[in-house]
């Protein structure tokens, strides 16, 4: 069993800025892509960037130059820096986790969402 916990979530002003964090543990051989994901209400769920095992990453257009992603192997955890944010980012936002588990075969693991709220 695996299991992803996000933190970091929370209400912000206008121009300000938060980190998002993905810690994935248990049953885990390898971890491969990662990503974040958002949906907003009454919107469907849209990719906000995503990073593979070797680092190379791929922003939505609307993030480009303002979230950065991240990852520490390490510590099986993933991050997103969100700068300069904006009310139309607000959404609740999901990591998603591709692990690869002791049998070798790859399992899509989704965390339990954060809220972010971007509001003067």
């Known amino acids: 069993q695996v299991q992803l916990v996000e933190s970091g979530g929370g209400l912000v002003q206008p121009g300000g800025s938060l980190r998002l964090s993905c810690a994935a543990s248990?049953?885990?051989?390898?971890?491969?892509?990662m990503g974040w994901y958002r949906q907003a209400p009454g919107k469907q769920r849209e990719l906000v960037a995503q990073?593979?095992?070797?680092?190379?990453?791929n922003y939505a257009d609307s993030v480009k130059g303002r979230f950065t992603i991240s990852r520490d192997n390490a510590k099986n955890t993933m991050y997103l820096q969100m700068n300069s944010l904006k009310p139309e980012d607000t959404a609740v936002y999901y990591c998603?986790?591709?692990?690869?588990?002791?049998?070798?075969?790859?399992?899509?693991?989704w965390g339990q969402g954060t809220q972010v709220t971007v509001s003067s």
């Open positions: 248990g049953s885990i051989f390898r971890i491969n892509a």
């Open positions: 990073i593979t095992s070797g680092g190379s990453t």
């Open positions: 998603r986790v591709k692990i690869v588990a002791a049998d070798l075969y790859e399992y899509d693991y």
